[in-house]
């Protein structure tokens, strides 16, 4: 019964992620997205983070200062970078990081870990696997 259980820990998602991942895709507006960031700036959650720090990238969609603009984009893309560098196989974060990069303008140049990012991410097999969920959203979110 033990390693039944075990097993389950193993293989469905946490709640939370699952709801976030879901909360983020459905953000519609700058009030939407700051109180997404308020709730969970705290996390010590990477994935968690991740959404997080792509809503405060988006956040610079908000602003006509071009400099404030692209203070808030450099920011938030070394923070989801350094948490990339720390949790490299983490899906969820690579999935962040393709999403974003094929949104932003290529005038600013975030596209250097594109063809790494989706490597990873088409290589994993989701069936069976505690991130099976996610692959709905890589398939309809990004060119995988």
Do not use: C, W
């Not at 560098?85 to 094929?102: M, V």
Request: charged share 20%.
């Amino acid at each position: 019964m033990k390693l039944l259980s075990a097993l389950f820990f193993f293989l469905l998602p946490s709640t939370e992620i699952v709801e976030i991942v879901d909360a983020f895709h459905q953000l519609k507006t700058e009030k939407e997205e700051i109180a997404l960031i308020k709730s969970h700036k705290t996390s010590k959650t990477p994935e968690i983070l991740g959404y997080v720090y792509a809503a405060e990238m988006k956040q610079a969609s908000y602003t006509f200062n071009p400099y404030k603009k692209l203070k808030i984009f450099k920011a938030t893309k070394h923070k989801l970078n350094a948490l990339i560098a720390q949790n490299p196989s983490n899906l969820h974060l690579r999935y962040i990081r393709l999403l974003l990069q094929e949104r932003t303008p290529g005038i600013l140049g975030y596209n250097e870990f594109i063809e790494e990012d989706k490597s990873i991410l088409s290589s994993f097999t989701y069936p069976n696997s505690k991130v099976a969920y996610l692959y709905y959203y890589i398939q309809h979110n990004t060119s995988l």
